[in-house]
């Protein structure tokens, strides 16, 4: 079956073959009743401390086929729930590119969330904040939403409650899902960006920077294949394109669009007052604030 963004990210199942080490195929080819039932499901201590596939990819599959919560192994699912809040309660990078409803995202990123998220306009209704951690809408649309917390990217599709925690090696397949990560971390980043689509390629000019000697610039824009250039105020970066986003060789990660972003943070000068903020921000409620590595909270 081909996802779409109305069912789910159109790129996901080979995805999944990627981040599980190229193993996860060769595993949903052996019998599925006696790889999951019987030499996972029905011994929990096996399931809890070593699943029988990769980081629990299975549930990955399962998700994305949209199975029933009945015919889910909802023991392994709240193993991975119960992984998830520990990584973020204790500010660590969560396991990257795997699904979970999005009601339980909502648990794991505020503990005071009960409400269920049902479409996009429920989310335009609330801003979620803890301590100084300011969650930042992103582009908001029926299809998609993009937050950007902790350094990490979420990706979330309301219509069919699903969301992707800590995204990295998913494939950016649509325009909707460029313009949203974009938009989201334009906006954490505290950056103006104007995009630029053209047939075969897209281009990123960030506008009213104030930059870092050019020396450091240039060495610094160096280390990221995508950036063109730089002037005064503003740097260039530039995604090529095959003959159209739907191409499912097009080979641009959601890690590749957010490397633009932490590149260019690296060359932008932080005044003084902005570093005090910053450190203030970082001691305040004894939660570090690693939303972006600039307070830009007024802007959001």
Request: charge should be negative; charged fraction near 30%.
């Amino acid at each position: 079956m081909k996802w779409t963004d109305t069912e789910a990210p159109k790129a996901a199942m080979s995805t999944l073959n990627l981040v599980s080490g190229n193993t996860l195929w060769e595993e949903m080819i052996r019998d599925r009743r006696e790889f999951c039932l019987q030499k996972c499901q029905n011994n929990k201590v096996v399931n809890m401390l070593r699943p029988k596939c990769t980081e629990r990819r299975y549930l990955d599959v399962l998700l994305l086929k949209r199975e029933s919560k009945k015919n889910m192994p909802m023991f392994c699912y709240s193993q991975r729930i119960k992984g998830l809040s520990r990584s973020f309660q204790e500010g660590e990078m969560m396991l990257p590119d795997v699904y979970i409803y999005i009601d339980d995202y909502w648990k794991i990123i505020h503990e005071k969330q009960t409400k269920p998220l049902r479409s996009a306009s429920d989310f335009l209704k609330r801003t979620i904040t803890k301590g100084k951690e300011v969650l930042p809408m992103g582009s908001i649309d029926q299809l998609m939403e993009t937050h950007f917390l902790r350094g990490q990217l979420f990706l979330l599709w309301p219509k069919v409650d699903l969301c992707l925690i800590n995204a990295q090696e998913t494939n950016i397949h649509s325009m909707t899902m460029f313009r949203s990560i974009t938009e989201t971390l334009t906006e954490s980043y505290g950056l103006e960006v104007n995009l630029n689509i053209e047939d075969t390629f897209i281009e990123l000019k960030f506008e009213n920077l104030i930059l870092k000697d050019s020396v450091t610039v240039e060495e610094e824009l160096q280390k990221c294949s995508f950036f063109t250039g730089f002037s005064g105020t503003e740097v260039w970066a530039e995604v090529s394109l095959p003959s159209g986003l739907e191409d499912e060789e097009f080979d641009f990660k959601v890690k590749d669009l957010h490397f633009i972003f932490k590149t260019l943070d690296d060359v932008i000068e932080i005044s003084e007052g902005e570093e005090d903020d910053q450190k203030l921000v970082e001691s305040s409620a004894g939660v570090p604030h690693v939303t972006t590595e600039k307070d830009r909270d007024s802007k959001l």
